[in-house]
């Protein structure tokens, strides 16, 4: 038998050399794997799919559309360990366009012990992404395709997908670089492209990045450094972090400065919150500033000031995150293009999941259109 490893290896190259040719006759089987391939604003369908074909494929005698040992029975199979074992390497050495981490911890498939029959109605969106895979894992159970060619047909498309984002990518830099040597963006001009590029949808990681950015660019100055921002979706209490962005003298690594982002006006709520977290803190905060996106209660910004004395000298206030860019990009004039090219390097670095290809694109595209004077 044929090692999990082994198997993706096979898949893989049958599917670089068939690249441009659908390898599945049937129309409608071949419909539903390219919609759930395709479907960017939701990336858990197909990584479920592969982890499910592929335990088909390491072990013939199990169904589909059983990946939760929970269900019992000699013919379901942990549909997780294929998917965190193996298609993690496999994805991410072939950089194909999937969430880095497993379909299974999603809310949607989660603590899950029945089937996946088409007759379930999964909670999740878009509703079609899962009555489609399910649907797909059905095809296999029952014959009408197999897991073989179900998933070459996948990792085909996948490669595709990765090809189109990297060339409209490479297209759209080249852009921009037709544009050196022309006269620096100014540091209002900066400061619309970026909050038109707030207004994007699903934008609830750039405030996170539009601070990141300003330490990057500045930090050497200001003897301050960045910790790792840690993932989008990742809750304080899991990381045992004091914010979204933690800040640190050089070559120290103790947190002075702490800033949580908030796509919404910050409350009194937040702030009692902030205040237990700096009382949990291992050594004093200087500063834990809320960015707000929203507007900004002047109760919430007194109601904070209060507590200076109670935290033995930690200021928390409540900052407008454009504010915070425009002071910013003044007080430092002069690293302006520093700081637009640290935010796009944040911006195109980050998981998909966290900022869309959607988004990176946009921002490559409105910044051409900035420096272009389009």
Excluded at 70 to 83: A, L
Excluded at 249 to 267: F, I, N, P, Q, S
């Amino acid at each position: 038998m044929s090692s999990p490893e082994q198997i993706l290896q096979s898949i893989y190259e049958r599917a670089t050399a068939t690249l441009q040719k659908t390898v599945i006759e049937d129309a409608g089987i071949r419909e539903r794997v390219d919609y759930v391939c395709r479907c960017t604003s939701n990336r858990a369908g197909v990584r479920l799919l592969m982890a499910c074909l592929l335990g088909k494929l390491h072990n013939p005698s199990v169904d589909p559309r059983k990946p939760y040992t929970e269900i019992g029975g000699k013919d379901s199979f942990s549909g997780r360990t294929y998917d965190e074992r193996y298609l993690t390497k496999f994805i991410n050495d072939h950089r194909l366009p999937v969430n880095p981490t497993t379909a299974f911890l999603t809310p949607t498939l989660r603590n899950i012990d029945y089937p996946l029959t088409t007759n379930l109605d999964l909670v999740g969106r878009p509703r079609d992404l899962y009555k489609k895979t399910l649907q797909l894992l059905d095809d296999v159970a029952e014959s009408r395709t197999s897991a073989d060619v179900v998933c070459v047909e996948t990792v085909r498309v996948l490669l595709l997908l990765r090809d189109e984002k990297l060339s409209r990518m490479s297209s759209l830099i080249k852009a921009l670089e037709s544009t050196e040597g022309a006269l620096p963006l100014s540091s209002e001009a900066i400061v619309v492209l970026i909050s038109q590029h707030l207004s994007c949808k699903n934008a609830s990681r750039l405030p996170v990045l539009v601070v990141a950015a300003a330490y990057e660019a500045a930090g050497p100055r200001l003897a301050e450094s960045i910790l790792p921002l840690n993932a989008h979706n990742a809750a304080d209490l899991q990381t045992g972090s004091l914010g979204d962005v933690e800040i640190c003298l050089v070559g120290d690594d103790a947190v002075v400065t702490a800033y949580e982002m908030k796509m919404k006006r910050v409350t009194i709520d937040d702030i009692d919150a902030a205040v237990m977290k700096i009382a949990r803190a291992k050594q004093r905060i200087n500063n834990y500033l809320f960015v707000t996106t929203d507007k900004i209660d002047p109760d919430v910004t007194e109601y904070a000031a209060t507590f200076y004395e109670e935290t033995g000298g930690t200021e928390i206030a409540v900052l407008d995150c454009i504010g915070f860019l425009r002071h910013f990009l003044h007080l430092f004039h002069r690293l302006r293009v520093d700081y637009l090219n640290a935010y796009q390097n944040l911006v195109l670095t980050e998981p998909d999941s966290a900022v869309s290809q959607t988004l990176k694109e946009a921002f490559l595209a409105l910044r051409q259109a900035a420096e272009s004077g389009e």
